[in-house]
C-alpha cells in the first residue's frame, strides 16, 4: 500500500512540473500576453486537470474491479438489478461538474465580445493571400498598408536552410501601443478568411460581406505571430499576421513615419499627374 500511494504521489508530482513547464513549450499554448489569453489558457489547463481526475477515478475503479473480481480468485459475475439512487447520482455528478466548467468560460466568451471603449480600432481585410489593414480611429487614424508573408522563396523550396520565423514573418506588421486596448473590425474580400493571433487570445472568421470584430490589450511590448486560421485556397499557409506592441512613446514614433511616408507618397502622386 505504501508503495502505492508513493508511485501515486511521484506521477502527480511528474504531472504538476510538466504542467509548470508546459508554457514554455512548443506543443502548448504560447505564454498568454492578453487578459483574455490569460483566462483561456487557465481554463484550458483547469479543464485537463479534471479531465485527468475524471480519467484516473474512472479507470482506477475499473482496473480495481478486473484485478479484485476476476474469476480466477474465484468471484462470480453479479447479478445487478435497477437502483434509481446510482442513476441521481450518475447524472447530478456530471451536470455539477459541467456547470463548474461552463460558468468561467460564459465568463470570457462574454469579455470577449466586450469591444466597446477601445482606444484604437483597426480594420483588418482578409485577400487571397495578404492581409490589409486600416487605422480608423485613434492614434494612428488613416495609415493604411498591406501585409504580406516576407520569407524567401528559396526558403519555401528548400533551396535555403529555413529562418527563425519561416511563414511566419509579414513586410509590413499591424503596429499598436501596449496596454491600450484595440478593436479589430475584421471582414474578407474574396473568401473566408480568419485573423488569429493566440498569444493575446484573438481568433475572429473573416466573413466576406460581413463585419466581425473582436480585442484584446496587450500587457507586454513584443512580437506576436499568427496565421489564417481558415482554409481559403492555395496559399493559406503563407497568410501570417504578426502583431508588434511597442511601448507609448515608440508608438508615437511609429506613427509619425507612417503618416511622414504617406504624405511623401500623396505628394509625389498628385505631381506624377
Given at each position: 500500500m505504501r508503495s502505492k500511494?508513493?508511485?501515486?504521489?511521484?506521477?502527480?508530482?511528474?504531472?504538476?512540473?510538466?504542467?509548470?513547464?508546459?508554457?514554455?513549450?512548443?506543443?502548448n499554448f504560447p505564454e498568454?500576453?492578453?487578459?483574455?489569453?490569460?483566462?483561456?489558457?487557465?481554463?484550458?489547463?483547469?479543464?485537463?486537470?479534471?479531465?485527468?481526475?475524471?480519467?484516473?477515478?474512472?479507470?482506477?475503479?475499473?482496473?480495481?474491479?478486473?484485478?479484485?473480481?476476476?474469476?480466477?480468485?474465484?468471484?462470480?459475475a453479479a447479478n445487478f438489478h435497477h437502483s434509481t439512487t446510482a442513476e441521481v447520482v450518475w447524472t447530478i455528478?456530471?451536470?455539477?461538474?459541467?456547470?463548474?466548467?461552463?460558468?468561467?468560460?460564459?465568463?470570457?466568451?462574454?469579455?470577449?465580445?466586450d469591444t466597446s471603449g477601445p482606444d484604437i480600432t483597426i480594420k483588418a481585410t482578409g485577400y487571397q493571400w495578404m492581409w490589409g489593414y486600416d487605422y480608423l480611429q485613434g492614434e494612428g487614424?488613416?495609415?493604411?498598408?498591406?501585409?504580406?508573408?516576407?520569407?524567401?522563396?528559396?526558403?519555401?523550396?528548400?533551396?535555403?536552410?529555413?529562418g527563425e520565423n519561416y511563414l511566419l514573418e509579414v513586410d509590413n506588421r499591424v503596429v499598436?501601443?501596449?496596454?491600450?486596448?484595440?478593436?479589430?473590425?475584421?471582414?474578407?474580400?474574396?473568401?473566408?478568411?480568419?485573423w488569429s493571433v493566440p498569444a493575446l487570445g484573438v481568433?475572429?472568421?473573416?466573413?466576406?460581406?460581413?463585419?466581425?470584430d473582436t480585442w484584446f490589450t496587450a500587457d507586454n511590448p513584443g512580437i506576436y505571430r499568427g496565421q489564417c486560421s481558415e482554409l481559403c485556397g492555395k496559399d493559406h499557409g503563407y497568410m501570417p499576421i504578426v502583431v508588434e506592441v511597442m511601448a507609448a512613446n515608440d508608438y508615437a514614433q511609429w506613427v509619425a513615419a507612417q503618416t511622414k511616408s504617406a504624405t511623401i507618397k500623396t505628394s509625389m502622386h498628385i505631381e506624377n499627374k
Open positions: 500511494l508513493v508511485a501515486t504521489l511521484a506521477g502527480v508530482s511528474t504531472l504538476a512540473l510538466y504542467s509548470s513547464l508546459a508554457v514554455g513549450s512548443k506543443y498568454p500576453q492578453s487578459i483574455i489569453a490569460r483566462e483561456t489558457y487557465d481554463q484550458h489547463i483547469a479543464l485537463l486537470w479534471i479531465c485527468l481526475a475524471i480519467f484516473i477515478a474512472v479507470f482506477g475503479v475499473m482496473f480495481y474491479s478486473i484485478l479484485k473480481h476476476r474469476k480466477s480468485v474465484g468471484h462470480k455528478i456530471p451536470c455539477i461538474i459541467l456547470v463548474v466548467m461552463a460558468l468561467p468560460a460564459t465568463k470570457t466568451v462574454i469579455a470577449m465580445k487614424e488613416g495609415i493604411s498598408f498591406y501585409s504580406k508573408l516576407s520569407t524567401p522563396r528559396a526558403q519555401i523550396e528548400n533551396k535555403e536552410p529555413k499598436v501601443p501596449v496596454g491600450k486596448k484595440v478593436r479589430v473590425i475584421i471582414t474578407a474580400n474574396d473568401v473566408l478568411h480568419a481568433k475572429q472568421d473573416a466573413i466576406p460581406g460581413f463585419i466581425r
